[in-house]
Protein backbone atom coordinates (compact mmCIF):
# COMPACT_ATOMS: atom_id res chain seq x y z
CA UNK A 1 0.00 0.00 0.00
CA UNK A 2 2.75 2.03 1.26
CA UNK A 3 4.69 1.81 -2.44
CA UNK A 4 1.34 2.06 -4.21
CA UNK A 5 0.90 5.94 -2.57
CA UNK A 6 4.44 6.70 -3.22
CA UNK A 7 4.22 5.77 -6.50
CA UNK A 8 0.98 7.58 -7.20
CA UNK A 9 3.16 10.80 -5.28
CA UNK A 10 5.70 10.91 -8.04
CA UNK A 11 3.28 10.41 -10.95
CA UNK A 12 0.61 12.62 -10.52
CA UNK A 13 1.87 15.03 -7.19
CA UNK A 14 2.93 17.48 -9.80
CA UNK A 15 -0.28 17.30 -12.38
CA UNK A 16 -2.48 17.35 -9.18
CA UNK A 17 -0.87 20.60 -7.47
CA UNK A 18 -0.95 22.59 -11.26
CA UNK A 19 -4.49 22.00 -11.53
CA UNK A 20 -5.83 22.84 -7.82
CA UNK A 21 -2.89 26.22 -8.31
CA UNK A 22 -5.28 27.05 -10.81
CA UNK A 23 -8.63 26.96 -9.37
CA UNK A 24 -7.14 27.97 -5.83
CA UNK A 25 -4.85 31.13 -7.29
CA UNK A 26 -3.02 30.24 -4.05
CA UNK A 27 -0.10 28.28 -4.13
CA UNK A 28 0.64 27.97 -0.42
CA UNK A 29 -3.00 26.69 0.25
CA UNK A 30 -2.93 24.13 -2.65
CA UNK A 31 0.39 22.78 -1.52
CA UNK A 32 -0.44 22.88 2.17
CA UNK A 33 -3.94 20.76 0.90
CA UNK A 34 -2.44 18.46 -1.09
CA UNK A 35 -0.11 17.12 1.32
CA UNK A 36 -3.13 16.65 3.65
CA UNK A 37 -4.49 15.04 1.22
CA UNK A 38 -1.82 12.46 0.73
CA UNK A 39 -1.64 12.28 4.60
CA UNK A 40 -5.17 11.36 4.34
CA UNK A 41 -4.16 8.61 2.25
CA UNK A 42 -1.61 6.88 4.02
CA UNK A 43 -3.88 7.20 6.83
CA UNK A 44 -7.39 5.66 4.75
CA UNK A 45 -6.56 3.18 1.90
CA UNK A 46 -5.06 0.49 3.90
CA UNK A 47 -7.85 0.64 6.24
CA UNK A 48 -10.84 1.38 3.47
CA UNK A 49 -8.96 0.17 0.31
CA UNK A 50 -7.59 2.06 -3.22
CA UNK A 51 -10.01 3.97 -5.04
CA UNK A 52 -11.05 3.25 -7.97
CA UNK A 53 -9.05 6.31 -9.61
CA UNK A 54 -6.84 6.69 -6.90
CA UNK A 55 -5.74 10.36 -8.56
CA UNK A 56 -9.50 11.67 -9.08
CA UNK A 57 -9.63 10.50 -4.90
CA UNK A 58 -6.74 12.73 -4.00
CA UNK A 59 -7.40 15.96 -6.34
CA UNK A 60 -11.38 15.18 -4.53
CA UNK A 61 -9.64 15.67 -1.01
CA UNK A 62 -7.61 18.72 -1.69
CA UNK A 63 -10.14 20.42 -2.60
CA UNK A 64 -12.54 19.86 0.36
CA UNK A 65 -9.26 20.02 2.60
CA UNK A 66 -8.61 23.78 0.73
CA UNK A 67 -11.74 24.96 0.98
CA UNK A 68 -12.40 23.95 5.04
CA UNK A 69 -9.05 25.42 5.50
CA UNK A 70 -10.36 28.45 4.08
CA UNK A 71 -13.18 28.62 6.21
CA UNK A 72 -10.97 28.01 8.94
CA UNK A 73 -8.80 31.37 9.04
CA UNK A 74 -9.19 34.19 10.74
CA UNK A 75 -8.93 36.30 8.09
CA UNK A 76 -12.01 34.75 6.57
CA UNK A 77 -12.72 38.26 5.56
CA UNK A 78 -9.80 39.11 3.90
CA UNK A 79 -10.26 36.10 1.62
CA UNK A 80 -13.61 36.34 1.41
CA UNK A 81 -13.44 36.29 -2.69
CA UNK A 82 -10.78 33.40 -2.40
CA UNK A 83 -13.55 31.56 -0.55
CA UNK A 84 -16.01 32.08 -3.12
CA UNK A 85 -13.73 30.74 -6.08
CA UNK A 86 -13.07 27.85 -4.01
CA UNK A 87 -17.13 27.28 -3.30
CA UNK A 88 -18.03 28.20 -6.88
CA UNK A 89 -14.98 25.52 -8.02
CA UNK A 90 -16.03 22.93 -5.53
CA UNK A 91 -19.92 23.04 -6.83
CA UNK A 92 -18.51 23.06 -10.74
CA UNK A 93 -20.29 20.06 -12.50
CA UNK A 94 -16.47 19.42 -14.73
CA UNK A 95 -14.31 19.71 -11.13
CA UNK A 96 -13.61 15.47 -11.09
CA UNK A 97 -13.35 15.42 -14.83
CA UNK A 98 -9.83 17.54 -14.74
CA UNK A 99 -7.99 14.83 -13.05
CA UNK A 100 -8.75 12.45 -15.75
CA UNK A 101 -7.13 15.14 -18.52
CA UNK A 102 -4.13 15.86 -16.34
CA UNK A 103 -1.99 13.93 -18.30
CA UNK A 104 -3.32 16.70 -21.50
CA UNK A 105 -2.58 19.74 -19.02
CA UNK A 106 0.91 19.44 -17.99
CA UNK A 107 2.78 21.53 -21.07
CA UNK A 108 0.13 24.01 -20.60
CA UNK A 109 0.28 24.47 -17.48
CA UNK A 110 4.21 24.75 -17.25
CA UNK A 111 3.61 27.41 -20.03
CA UNK A 112 1.67 28.82 -17.21
CA UNK A 113 4.15 29.02 -14.43
CA UNK A 114 6.67 30.40 -16.84
CA UNK A 115 5.47 33.82 -16.20
CA UNK A 116 7.59 36.43 -17.80
CA UNK A 117 7.18 38.63 -14.33
CA UNK A 118 9.07 36.13 -12.65
CA UNK A 119 13.07 35.62 -12.78
CA UNK A 120 13.93 33.04 -15.34
CA UNK A 121 15.62 30.77 -13.04
CA UNK A 122 12.69 31.08 -10.60
CA UNK A 123 10.43 29.97 -13.06
CA UNK A 124 12.37 27.08 -14.68
CA UNK A 125 12.63 25.92 -10.63
CA UNK A 126 9.12 26.46 -9.87
CA UNK A 127 8.10 24.34 -12.85
CA UNK A 128 10.31 22.01 -11.66
CA UNK A 129 9.10 21.59 -8.08
CA UNK A 130 5.58 22.35 -8.87
CA UNK A 131 4.69 20.54 -11.78
CA UNK A 132 6.92 17.76 -12.70
CA UNK A 133 7.67 16.77 -9.03
CA UNK A 134 11.38 17.12 -8.88
CA UNK A 135 12.53 17.34 -5.33
CA UNK A 136 14.22 20.77 -4.21
CA UNK A 137 17.71 19.00 -3.82
CA UNK A 138 17.09 17.38 -7.23
CA UNK A 139 16.71 21.45 -8.84
CA UNK A 140 19.70 22.44 -6.78
CA UNK A 141 21.81 19.86 -8.25
CA UNK A 142 20.69 20.55 -11.69
CA UNK A 143 21.48 24.50 -11.43
CA UNK A 144 24.47 23.77 -9.13
CA UNK A 145 23.25 25.39 -6.34
CA UNK A 146 23.24 24.89 -2.80
CA UNK A 147 19.84 23.42 -1.66
CA UNK A 148 19.00 25.93 0.88
CA UNK A 149 19.14 28.36 -2.36
CA UNK A 150 17.34 27.10 -4.35
CA UNK A 151 14.04 26.28 -1.87
CA UNK A 152 14.43 30.22 -1.32
CA UNK A 153 13.83 30.98 -4.51
CA UNK A 154 11.16 28.76 -4.95
CA UNK A 155 9.11 30.18 -2.05
CA UNK A 156 9.90 33.76 -3.43
CA UNK A 157 8.86 32.74 -6.66
CA UNK A 158 5.37 31.74 -5.13
CA UNK A 159 4.97 34.96 -2.53
CA UNK A 160 5.60 37.39 -5.76
CA UNK A 161 2.80 35.42 -7.22
CA UNK A 162 0.84 35.64 -4.74
CA UNK A 163 1.04 39.46 -3.65
CA UNK A 164 1.73 40.70 -7.10
CA UNK A 165 -1.38 39.01 -8.11
CA UNK A 166 -0.07 37.34 -10.92
CA UNK A 167 -2.42 35.57 -12.84
CA UNK A 168 -2.11 31.54 -13.00
CA UNK A 169 -3.61 30.94 -16.48
CA UNK A 170 -2.49 29.66 -19.45
CA UNK A 171 -0.99 31.55 -21.81
CA UNK A 172 -2.78 32.32 -25.65
CA UNK A 173 -1.74 32.65 -28.98
CA UNK A 174 1.32 35.49 -28.98
CA UNK A 175 2.08 35.16 -25.03
CA UNK A 176 3.37 31.44 -25.78
CA UNK A 177 7.48 32.39 -27.80
CA UNK A 178 8.04 34.37 -25.00
CA UNK A 179 7.79 31.75 -22.41
CA UNK A 180 9.36 28.65 -24.67
CA UNK A 181 13.13 29.46 -23.67
CA UNK A 182 12.25 28.64 -20.04
CA UNK A 183 9.77 25.60 -20.70
CA UNK A 184 12.25 23.87 -22.88
CA UNK A 185 14.67 24.46 -19.93
CA UNK A 186 12.13 22.84 -17.66
CA UNK A 187 11.74 19.71 -20.18
CA UNK A 188 15.63 19.82 -20.63
CA UNK A 189 16.35 19.52 -17.22
CA UNK A 190 13.35 17.02 -16.57
CA UNK A 191 15.37 14.79 -19.15
CA UNK A 192 18.19 14.83 -17.49
CA UNK A 193 17.49 14.21 -13.98
CA UNK A 194 15.84 10.81 -15.48
CA UNK A 195 18.68 10.14 -18.03
CA UNK A 196 21.21 10.75 -14.90
CA UNK A 197 19.74 10.44 -11.93
CA UNK A 198 21.30 12.64 -9.22
CA UNK A 199 20.25 10.29 -6.24
CA UNK A 200 18.88 7.29 -5.74
CA UNK A 201 19.69 3.76 -6.54
CA UNK A 202 19.18 3.64 -10.11
CA UNK A 203 21.16 4.99 -13.21
CA UNK A 204 18.51 6.23 -14.68
CA UNK A 205 14.39 7.00 -14.10
CA UNK A 206 12.48 5.85 -16.97
CA UNK A 207 9.69 7.58 -15.98
CA UNK A 208 10.78 11.08 -16.00
CA UNK A 209 12.82 10.20 -19.44
CA UNK A 210 9.62 8.95 -20.95
CA UNK A 211 7.69 12.18 -19.51
CA UNK A 212 10.09 14.50 -20.96
CA UNK A 213 9.96 13.08 -24.12
CA UNK A 214 6.07 13.32 -24.12
CA UNK A 215 6.36 16.76 -23.15
CA UNK A 216 8.98 17.37 -26.07
CA UNK A 217 6.67 16.21 -28.64
CA UNK A 218 3.66 18.06 -27.55
CA UNK A 219 5.90 21.18 -27.79
CA UNK A 220 6.93 20.43 -31.58
CA UNK A 221 2.91 19.80 -31.44
CA UNK A 222 2.21 23.05 -30.57
CA UNK A 223 4.67 25.61 -31.95
CA UNK A 224 5.79 23.21 -35.37
CA UNK A 225 7.24 26.68 -36.34
CA UNK A 226 9.54 26.85 -33.78
CA UNK A 227 13.41 25.30 -34.36
CA UNK A 228 14.44 24.98 -31.02
CA UNK A 229 11.60 22.34 -29.87
CA UNK A 230 12.56 20.20 -32.70
CA UNK A 231 16.12 20.51 -31.19
CA UNK A 232 15.46 19.70 -28.18
CA UNK A 233 13.16 16.31 -29.00
CA UNK A 234 16.05 15.36 -31.04
CA UNK A 235 18.45 15.62 -28.09
CA UNK A 236 16.18 13.54 -25.71
CA UNK A 237 15.53 11.12 -28.73
CA UNK A 238 19.38 10.52 -29.17
CA UNK A 239 20.22 10.48 -25.48
CA UNK A 240 17.47 8.20 -24.61
CA UNK A 241 18.42 5.63 -27.00
CA UNK A 242 21.43 4.84 -25.38
CA UNK A 243 18.80 4.13 -22.09
CA UNK A 244 18.87 0.57 -21.49
CA UNK A 245 22.63 0.06 -22.24
CA UNK A 246 23.67 2.49 -19.56
CA UNK A 247 22.94 0.07 -16.39
CA UNK A 248 23.84 -3.84 -16.39
CA UNK A 249 21.99 -6.20 -14.84
CA UNK A 250 23.23 -5.62 -11.28
CA UNK A 251 22.50 -1.64 -11.68
CA UNK A 252 26.02 -0.75 -12.06
CA UNK A 253 26.64 2.11 -14.34
CA UNK A 254 28.43 1.32 -17.91
CA UNK A 255 30.32 3.98 -19.54
CA UNK A 256 29.47 5.27 -23.26
CA UNK A 257 32.44 3.63 -24.46
CA UNK A 258 31.65 0.18 -22.96
CA UNK A 259 28.23 0.04 -24.28
CA UNK A 260 26.79 -2.82 -26.30
CA UNK A 261 25.50 -0.27 -29.07
CA UNK A 262 23.74 -2.83 -31.34
CA UNK A 263 21.43 -2.46 -28.65
CA UNK A 264 21.13 1.25 -28.68
CA UNK A 265 17.73 1.81 -30.08
CA UNK A 266 18.32 2.78 -33.92
CA UNK A 267 14.50 3.86 -34.28
CA UNK A 268 15.19 6.31 -32.16
CA UNK A 269 18.56 7.31 -33.34
CA UNK A 270 16.70 7.69 -36.87
CA UNK A 271 13.84 10.31 -35.90
CA UNK A 272 16.40 12.04 -33.89
CA UNK A 273 18.73 12.36 -36.87
CA UNK A 274 16.47 13.21 -38.98
CA UNK A 275 15.02 16.19 -36.55
CA UNK A 276 18.81 17.52 -36.46
CA UNK A 277 18.79 17.93 -40.37
CA UNK A 278 16.02 20.42 -40.62
CA UNK A 279 17.09 22.37 -37.27
CA UNK A 280 19.19 25.58 -37.86
CA UNK A 281 22.04 25.71 -34.86
CA UNK A 282 20.48 26.75 -31.34
CA UNK A 283 21.53 25.38 -28.03
CA UNK A 284 19.54 22.74 -28.27
CA UNK A 285 20.22 21.20 -31.46
CA UNK A 286 24.29 21.77 -30.94
CA UNK A 287 23.47 19.56 -28.38
CA UNK A 288 21.45 17.62 -30.26
CA UNK A 289 24.45 17.28 -33.38
CA UNK A 290 27.06 16.44 -30.22
CA UNK A 291 24.70 13.36 -29.21
CA UNK A 292 24.01 12.59 -33.29
CA UNK A 293 28.41 12.51 -33.37
CA UNK A 294 27.95 9.19 -30.86
CA UNK A 295 24.84 7.70 -32.02
CA UNK A 296 26.51 7.73 -35.79
CA UNK A 297 30.03 6.17 -34.34
CA UNK A 298 29.48 2.37 -34.86
CA UNK A 299 32.88 2.07 -32.47
CA UNK A 300 33.79 4.14 -29.51
CA UNK A 301 37.24 5.06 -31.36
CA UNK A 302 35.48 6.08 -34.20
CA UNK A 303 33.80 8.76 -33.01
CA UNK A 304 34.68 12.43 -34.23
CA UNK A 305 35.95 14.07 -30.78
CA UNK A 306 37.25 17.20 -33.00
CA UNK A 307 33.91 17.43 -34.21
CA UNK A 308 32.63 17.46 -30.74
CA UNK A 309 34.68 19.69 -29.23
CA UNK A 310 33.76 22.47 -32.21
CA UNK A 311 30.35 22.05 -31.19
CA UNK A 312 31.01 22.37 -27.61
CA UNK A 313 33.06 25.41 -28.48
CA UNK A 314 29.80 27.18 -30.09
CA UNK A 315 27.74 25.86 -27.41
CA UNK A 316 30.21 27.71 -24.87
CA UNK A 317 29.98 30.87 -26.97
CA UNK A 318 26.10 31.30 -26.37
CA UNK A 319 25.81 29.70 -22.88
CA UNK A 320 28.89 30.42 -21.22
CA UNK A 321 28.51 27.98 -17.94
CA UNK A 322 30.90 26.39 -15.75
CA UNK A 323 29.17 22.74 -16.67
CA UNK A 324 29.17 23.12 -20.73
CA UNK A 325 32.93 24.42 -20.18
CA UNK A 326 33.68 20.49 -18.60
CA UNK A 327 31.86 19.27 -21.25
CA UNK A 328 34.38 21.03 -23.39
CA UNK A 329 37.59 20.27 -21.43
CA UNK A 330 36.78 16.74 -21.80
CA UNK A 331 35.64 16.90 -25.28
CA UNK A 332 39.20 18.45 -26.16
CA UNK A 333 41.00 16.01 -23.98
CA UNK A 334 39.52 13.00 -26.25
CA UNK A 335 40.39 14.54 -29.14
CA UNK A 336 43.66 16.72 -28.37
CA UNK A 337 44.98 14.40 -25.19
CA UNK A 338 44.39 14.35 -21.30
CA UNK A 339 46.87 17.32 -20.77
CA UNK A 340 45.25 19.37 -22.65
CA UNK A 341 41.71 19.12 -21.00
CA UNK A 342 43.62 18.94 -17.47
CA UNK A 343 44.86 22.18 -18.25
CA UNK A 344 40.80 23.67 -18.78
CA UNK A 345 39.80 22.14 -15.87
CA UNK A 346 42.26 23.55 -13.89
CA UNK A 347 40.88 26.63 -14.87
CA UNK A 348 37.15 25.52 -13.53
CA UNK A 349 38.48 23.98 -10.49
CA UNK A 350 40.34 27.17 -9.40
CA UNK A 351 37.29 29.28 -9.82
CA UNK A 352 35.16 26.73 -7.68
CA UNK A 353 31.85 27.15 -8.84
CA UNK A 354 32.04 23.21 -9.35
CA UNK A 355 33.42 22.38 -6.07
CA UNK A 356 29.92 20.05 -5.12
CA UNK A 357 29.86 18.73 -9.20
CA UNK A 358 31.00 15.58 -8.68
CA UNK A 359 31.27 14.91 -12.29
CA UNK A 360 34.16 17.63 -12.10
CA UNK A 361 36.27 15.51 -10.20
CA UNK A 362 34.97 12.22 -12.03
CA UNK A 363 36.47 13.75 -15.45
CA UNK A 364 39.80 14.86 -13.68
CA UNK A 365 40.34 11.65 -11.84
CA UNK A 366 39.75 10.08 -15.16
CA UNK A 367 42.01 12.31 -16.96
CA UNK A 368 44.71 11.56 -14.84
CA UNK A 369 44.37 8.14 -14.58
CA UNK A 370 44.67 7.70 -18.88
CA UNK A 371 47.87 9.61 -18.54
CA UNK A 372 48.94 7.13 -15.59
CA UNK A 373 48.83 10.04 -12.43
CA UNK A 374 47.42 7.22 -10.53
CA UNK A 375 48.40 9.19 -7.36
CA UNK A 376 46.55 12.26 -8.23
CA UNK A 377 43.97 10.30 -9.90
CA UNK A 378 43.33 8.81 -6.49
CA UNK A 379 43.08 12.33 -5.04
CA UNK A 380 40.39 13.43 -7.74
CA UNK A 381 38.52 10.33 -7.27
CA UNK A 382 38.22 10.84 -3.24
CA UNK A 383 36.92 14.49 -3.91
CA UNK A 384 34.23 13.13 -6.45
CA UNK A 385 33.09 10.30 -3.69
CA UNK A 386 32.73 13.34 -0.84
CA UNK A 387 30.14 14.78 -3.39
CA UNK A 388 28.55 12.02 -5.33
CA UNK A 389 24.90 11.02 -4.57
CA UNK A 390 23.44 8.66 -6.33
CA UNK A 391 24.44 5.06 -5.21
CA UNK A 392 24.98 3.65 -8.79
CA UNK A 393 27.67 6.68 -9.82
CA UNK A 394 29.42 6.19 -5.95
CA UNK A 395 29.83 2.70 -6.66
CA UNK A 396 31.45 3.28 -9.99
CA UNK A 397 33.61 6.06 -8.23
CA UNK A 398 34.70 3.49 -5.51
CA UNK A 399 35.60 0.99 -7.94
CA UNK A 400 37.85 3.32 -10.23
CA UNK A 401 39.70 4.40 -6.94
CA UNK A 402 40.24 0.63 -6.10
CA UNK A 403 42.04 0.24 -9.73
CA UNK A 404 43.78 3.27 -9.47
CA UNK A 405 44.93 2.28 -5.85
CA UNK A 406 45.85 -1.09 -6.81
CA UNK A 407 48.60 -0.12 -9.46
CA UNK A 408 52.34 0.29 -8.50
CA UNK A 409 52.45 3.49 -9.13
CA UNK A 410 49.06 4.83 -7.17
CA UNK A 411 49.53 3.58 -3.49
CA UNK A 412 51.48 6.61 -1.53
Excluded at 133 to 151: C, K, N, Q, W, Y
Excluded at 301 to 325: F, G, P
Excluded at 331 to 355: N, Q, T, V, W
Amino acid sequence: MQSEIASLYREHYGRILASLIRALGNFELAEDALQDAFAAAVEQWPREGVPKTPAAWIFSTARHKAIDKARRQSWFGARRDEIQRLIEFEMSSGADDQAEAFPDERLRLIFTCCHPAINREAQIALSLRTLCGLTTEEIARAFVTPSATMAQRIVRAQRKIRTAGIPYEVPLGDALPARLESVMAVIYLVFNEGYRASSGDAVVRNDLCMEAIRLARLLVALMPDQSEARGLLALTLLHDSRRDTRADANGDLILLEEQDRTRWDHRQIDEGLALIEETPIGPYAIQAAIAAEHARAKRPDATDWSRIAHLYALLLEMRNTSVIALNHAVAIAMAHGPAHGLELIAGLEASGELDDYYLMWSAKADLLRRMGNFIDAASAYRRALAVVTNTADRRFLERRLVEVLSHPQGSN
